[in-house]
């Protein structure tokens, strides 16, 4: 299967995996080559024609009037960093089948990312706040309502995880697995979907490596997490640089400037890197 997915430029780690004790399935092969995994991926029938105009469905409208809304009504720009993230790609490798037996759903390194941005978002409160420049103000959260952009046959929608601040590891992943099966099963609540105050958008899924995703306001800033792939890179311990194989991933902050200095971003970036680098999340994922 890995041979498979190798050769159509679809990384194992990116395939949902369906089979037992959490191997890829032919089928989980099979379906993310069709598609890469894509489960709005589809055909459209010409009958003949070089062209054919459907209207716009209600979620797409929606979608793209919120995305013209929130670039005309905010100050986006988009920065980066380059994170290594070995630590808990071992960690994940060491406890992913454990992990899945005691709780229903994989060890996906975007529960444990969404894990460590949560923490760091808290020591960060001007980009987990709303601002509102009519009135003059601006509402720091002391909770992380975290949204998750879930990947439909309709269209990209947002749910977010209530109180995102009060889980572990295993409480987030089950969190991003229910959320991510009621939206693509179109079982979503209006409560699932309003309220969030910071969003992270998991565009590496897909083999993205680099994003600017789009503000989802009232909040001031998104992160897009990428493609994670193994890369060389110069390392330096006691004995010297050396250069080593690491898995390594870039993150996207999209910040409203209105509200967030470049400085602030810069500063949230730096510490989810180097929080990525050194976290020990065992006790998390091994206890689960």
Same mark, same amino acid.
């Given at each position: 299967m890995r041979r498979k997915l190798a050769a159509a430029g679809v990384p194992a780690g990116q395939v949902s995996a369906t089979g037992p004790g959490g191997r890829i399935s032919? !089928? +989980? =092969? +099979?379906r993310a080559v069709a598609g890469r995994g894509l489960p709005g991926a589809s055909s459209i029938d010409f009958a003949g024609a070089r062209e054919k105009v459907e209207?716009? %469905?209600?979620?797409?409208?929606a979608i793209a009037d919120s995305m013209m809304r929130s670039l005309q009504t905010t100050a986006q720009l988009t920065a980066a960093v380059e994170a290594d993230v070995t630590s808990i790609m071992h960690l994940r490798e060491q406890h992913k089948d454990a992990f899945?037996?005691?709780?229903? #759903? $994989?060890l996906s390194p975007l529960a444990m990312i969404s894990r460590v941005v949560v923490d760091v978002l808290r020591r960060h409160p001007a980009?987990?706040?709303?601002i509102d420049t009519t009135a003059g103000t601006v509402t720091y959260h002391d909770y992380v309502n975290l949204g998750i952009a879930v990947d439909t046959e309709r269209g990209l929608l947002v749910p977010n995880i209530k109180d995102a601040q009060s889980l572990d590891v295993a409480g987030v992943a089950r969190a991003i697995g229910d959320l991510a099966s009621r939206t693509r099963e179109r079982k979503v609540t209006p409560d699932d979907i309003s309220g969030g105050t910071f969003t992270i958008t998991n565009t590496g899924s897909r083999g993205t490596l680099f994003d600017t995703p789009i503000l989802n306001p009232p909040e001031v800033a998104?992160?897009? %997490?990428? =493609?994670? @792939?193994?890369?060389p890179v110069v390392v330096e311990d006691d004995l010297? @640089?050396?250069v080593a194989i690491r898995w390594m991933t870039y993150l996207c902050l999209t910040y409203d400037h209105r509200m #967030? +200095? $470049?400085?602030? !971003? !810069?500063?949230?970036?730096s510490e989810v890197k180097d929080q990525l680098a %050194? #976290? +020990?999340?065992s006790s998390e994922v091994a206890g689960a």
């Amino acid at each position: 299967m890995r041979r498979k997915l190798a050769a159509a430029g679809v990384p194992a780690g990116q395939v949902s995996a369906t089979g037992p004790g959490g191997r890829i399935s032919r !089928a +989980d =092969a +099979d379906r993310a080559v069709a598609g890469r995994g894509l489960p709005g991926a589809s055909s459209i029938d010409f009958a003949g024609a070089r062209e054919k105009v459907e209207p716009l %469905t209600r979620i797409r409208r929606a979608i793209a009037d919120s995305m013209m809304r929130s670039l005309q009504t905010t100050a986006q720009l988009t920065a980066a960093v380059e994170a290594d993230v070995t630590s808990i790609m071992h960690l994940r490798e060491q406890h992913k089948d454990a992990f899945r037996a005691a709780n229903g #759903v $994989g060890l996906s390194p975007l529960a444990m990312i969404s894990r460590v941005v949560v923490d760091v978002l808290r020591r960060h409160p001007a980009l987990n706040a709303s601002i509102d420049t009519t009135a003059g103000t601006v509402t720091y959260h002391d909770y992380v309502n975290l949204g998750i952009a879930v990947d439909t046959e309709r269209g990209l929608l947002v749910p977010n995880i209530k109180d995102a601040q009060s889980l572990d590891v295993a409480g987030v992943a089950r969190a991003i697995g229910d959320l991510a099966s009621r939206t693509r099963e179109r079982k979503v609540t209006p409560d699932d979907i309003s309220g969030g105050t910071f969003t992270i958008t998991n565009t590496g899924s897909r083999g993205t490596l680099f994003d600017t995703p789009i503000l989802n306001p009232p909040e001031v800033a998104i992160l897009a %997490t990428c =493609a994670i @792939e193994k890369r060389p890179v110069v390392v330096e311990d006691d004995l010297g @640089e050396s250069v080593a194989i690491r898995w390594m991933t870039y993150l996207c902050l999209t910040y409203d400037h209105r509200m #967030v +200095d $470049g400085a602030d !971003a !810069a500063r949230f970036l730096s510490e989810v890197k180097d929080q990525l680098a %050194t #976290v +020990d999340l065992s006790s998390e994922v091994a206890g689960a």
